[in-house]
């Protein structure tokens, strides 16, 4: 049985443990609120871009003018994915829910799929498992710009315009509330056209022409959606993180006080042995 001194000690490991957790907590939340806002005034750019291009690439093609390279579907050979993971642990089990989803997904493609990893998580559960790793991109941050990211979304356009990948994929964690981040699936290439009515489809008039603004903001496109995964995945980590901190130093606390009751039950006991000891004693000296 564990001496009071040996739970005395066990107790002050305890509370330093919980005064760790409870400044990663605080670091977090701080983090979190800039994380957040940065998330909610990206979504409406993100998802207007998405609106327009969906339109212009609905829109008919003029006589002789060739689809553009980004809307074309062809046969599926190979599958890119993007996996944005956190380059740290201490999240809960947000790491484990991405890697999951990550290999859900891997699983049901029938043809073989070349993954782009950004985050440690994401490069060591691929290294692991033996996935076709293509790169790696990590330390990019709690506050990536769009030009930290532009390589990323670069190579994942020059990978499907030299058919290296017929689909390109990002899985990433979506931020859906400060107790709540969801793993989703999205699929970036090719641009899957809006469905537009007779009405709709003849209602602009693009100068110079489609092909030519298409050509211009696709590539935009493609660095916005790239773009705003990352701060999606950044909000969500690190409310995950504030959460798990959160628990854990509630946890250590309620542990140091259970501890401290037994260590308090230990202490009466002894004071009572020797109470009694004392009281033996006294009373075989006066028999």
Known sequence: MPSV????????????????????????????RRA?????????????????????????????????????????????LLAITPDRGLAGGMHSNINRRVAQFILDQSVPTRSIAVGRKGRDF??????????????????????????????????????????????YTRFVSTMSQEPVVQKLLPVTPAELSATDRSGYIYEPDTLTVLGSLLPQFV?????????????????????????????????????TLVMNKLRQDSITNELLDLVGGQIALEG
Do not use: C, W
């Open 5 to 32: 001194r040996d739970i005395r000690r066990r107790i002050r490991s305890v509370e330093n443990t919980g005064k760790v957790t409870n400044a990663m907590s605080l670091i977090a939340a701080s983090k979190m």
């Open 36 to 80: 957040q806002n940065s998330v909610l005034q990206g979504r409406p750019y993100a998802e207007k871009i998405y609106e327009v291009i969906a339109h212009l690439a609905a829109q008919p093609a003029e006589d002789g003018e060739a689809l553009h390279p980004l809307l074309e579907v062809r046969t599926v050979n190979r599958i890119g």
């Open 126 to 171: 691929m290294a692991r498992y033996g996935q076709d790793l293509l790169a790696v991109f990590a330390d990019l941050g709690d506050r990536p710009l769009v030009v930290d990211t532009l390589p990323i979304s670069r190579m994942l356009i020059d990978n499907f315009l030299a058919g290296e990948m017929d689909e390109v994929y990002i899985v």
């Open 223 to 259: 660095d916005m959606e790239v773009y705003h995964a990352m701060l999606e995945s950044i909000a969500s980590e690190q409310s995950a993180r504030m959460v798990a901190m959160r628990n854990a130093t509630d946890n250590a606390k309620s542990l140091a006080d259970d501890l």
